[in-house]
Structures are given as structure tokens and as C-alpha cells.
């Protein structure tokens, strides 16, 4: 009895569907998303955004155009570093914390990879953007070996 209870209950339920997150209009890069920007449409594309939850807040990469689906890359968090912009390096071992400063090659938000040019030694770097602003760069990366 409690299987032909489930068996009805699964005939009259909905079909579960897939939603994907849509531009509403067309926002131009490095705009943040407000819940205005974006929309839901009832189909499912892969490699996109399936909440608008999701989407809210960050920044967009690229131009959206109204009506498209918004992948996962066209997005990430908001930038807090410019091209340009004179940045701290920080590198860390152990006990030994050594600061340095840097020219930001590029734009980046919280946790992206940049590169940075060491201003003293005139060297191409790459680390991680920290909430703070500074570019924390380690050891055992390929990115503190020297370019030519």
C-alpha cells in the first residue's frame, strides 16, 4: 500500500526542471551584478549560473548581452586591485615574512591569480590577491623563478 502511495505521489509531483541564470539587459565588464541584472529562464544550459543568489554581487568579466546565459566565467569577484596600481607583495616561509613592492599588470578580485612586477629587481611575479590588497606570493612556486 505505502508503494502504490509513492508510485501516485510521483505521478502527480512536477516534473523536477532546471533553471539558468539569463542577463536581463546588457551590462558591460567590471559592473557588479545587482538582482535586477539577471533572470531566470526555465531550460538548463551547462556551465552556467543556476541561482540568482549566485550570481548577485559579483563582477562581470566580459559584456553580457540581455537574454543569454551567464557561464561561470563570465564572472568573479568584485576587483579590489587595478592594472597599474602600486600593490605590497608578501612572501611567507616559515618564520620569514618578507614585504616588497609591486605593479599590478592586470585587474584582480579576492583570491585571483596576478601578476605583479617586483618594482625593486624589475621581475615578473605571480600570487594570490588577499582580502587586504597585498599579493601574497610562496615558496615552491614557479612564479618566483626569474623572467627574461
Given at each position: ?8 505521489a510521483l ?62 566565467e ?23 615574512a ?13 583570491g ?37
Open positions: 500500500m505505502l508503494r502504490l502511495a509513492f508510485l501516485v505521478a502527480i509531483a512536477p516534473p523536477a526542471t532546471a533553471e539558468t541564470v539569463l542577463a536581463a539587459r546588457t551590462i558591460r565588464a567590471q559592473a557588479i551584478l545587482a538582482p535586477g541584472d539577471v533572470t531566470l529562464a526555465a531550460h538548463e544550459v551547462p556551465g552556467t549560473y543556476v541561482a540568482i543568489d549566485e550570481a548577485v554581487g559579483l563582477e562581470a568579466r566580459v559584456v553580457l548581452y540581455a537574454g543569454r546565459p551567464i557561464r561561470i563570465d564572472l568573479g569577484p568584485p576587483a579590489i586591485v587595478e592594472r597599474n596600481q602600486i600593490v605590497t607583495l608578501i612572501y611567507r616561509t616559515g618564520g620569514l618578507i614585504a616588497a613592492e609591486g605593479r599590478a599588470l592586470a585587474r584582480a578580485g579576492i585571483d591569480r596576478l601578476r605583479v612586477m617586483n618594482l625593486a629587481s624589475r621581475h615578473t611575479v605571480s600570487g594570490h590577491v588577499r582580502a587586504d590588497g597585498t599579493v601574497s606570493v610562496g615558496p615552491l612556486s614557479p612564479s618566483l623563478l626569474p623572467q627574461e
